[in-house]
Nanobody, 125 residues
Framework: QVQLVESGGGSVQAGGSLSLSCLVS????????MGWFRQAPGKEREGVAA???????SYADSVKGRFTISRDNALNTLSLQMNSLKSEDTGMYFC???????????????????WGQGTQVTVSS
């Protein structure tokens, strides 16, 4: 069984930065697709960024050039560096794991089986 624990959320003004982390435990980490998703109040959950087992990256258009996803296999940690934050980036951020490669499903939440509890990000304008 996989456990995912996010940290690093908080409140920041527009234009600021935050860094999120997700600690993975309980299973082989290196061979999986990992992703970050977010859900704003009243909206559906959406894919933000994903990194495949071979380090291929995927980003939602809304965050390209501002967010960077990375993974540290030695520390079993997935990270999301968020710069130039906007009010529309506000939401609960979740990390997730998909067994096997990302394939066509990098930013599709239904393709991920394991989820963390989430960490809140609030960006004020």
């Amino acid at each position: 069984q996989v456990q995912l624990v996010e940290s690093g959320g908080g409140s920041v003004q527009a234009g600021g930065s935050l860094s999120l982390s997700c600690l993975v435990s309980g299973n082989t980490y290196n061979s999986y697709c990992m992703g970050w998703f977010r859900q704003a109040p009243g909206k559906e959950r959406e894919g933000v960024a994903a990194i495949d087992y071979d380090d291929r990256l995927s980003y939602a258009d809304s965050v390209k050039g501002r967010f960077t996803i990375s993974r540290d296999n030695a520390l079993n940690t997935l990270s999301l560096q968020m710069n130039s934050l906007k009010s529309e980036d506000t939401g609960m951020y979740f990390c997730a794991l998909r067994r096997g490669g990302c394939g066509w499903y990098a930013l599709s939440d239904y393709a991920y089986a394991d989820w963390g509890q989430g960490t809140q990000v609030t960006v004020s304008s």
